[in-house]
């Protein structure tokens, strides 16, 4: 059972919006915070927006602040991302991940203990 599912993704014009949504599937996990990863085909994963309840902080790629909002509920692993303005080259597979322990770095993959499967966002000129 994947243990976070996200929703939300599809095709957008460029300059358009689109909200993603992530909730924990059947159980919930002891976590300092959740976030946003994106994966475009041939690339790393890289990090989008974090948000860590222990300290009520958001934080951003310095790529999308301005344009980009993620918010939650951390009792019920739960984050949205807001994306507006969205470009072309931001197309890529969207990851929700949690388990963010408090020492762990949030721009780093490894800082979080599970994931969802991923959603796709298109964004077209």
């Known amino acids: 059972q994947v243990p976070l599912v996200e929703s939300g993704g599809g095709l957008v014009q460029a300059g358009g919006s689109l909200r993603l949504s992530c909730a924990a599937s059947?159980?919930?996990?002891?976590?300092?915070?959740m976030g946003w990863f994106r994966q475009a085909p041939g690339k790393e994963r890289e990090f989008v927006a974090a948000?860590?309840?222990?300290?009520?902080?958001?934080y951003y790629a310095d790529s999308v602040k301005g344009r980009f909002t993620i918010s939650g509920d951390g009792p019920r692993n739960a984050v949205c991302l807001q994306m507006n303005l969205l470009k072309p080259v931001e197309t890529a597979v969207y990851y929700c991940?949690?388990?963010?322990?408090?020492?762990?770095?949030?721009?780093?993959?490894?800082?979080?203990?599970?994931w969802g499967q991923g959603t796709q966002v298109t964004v077209v000129s």
């Open positions: 991940a949690a388990e963010l322990q408090a020492s762990s770095i949030l721009e780093f993959p490894a800082g979080y203990g599970q």
């Open positions: 059947g159980r919930t996990f002891s976590s300092d915070g």
């Open positions: 948000i860590r309840w222990s300290v009520g902080s958001t």
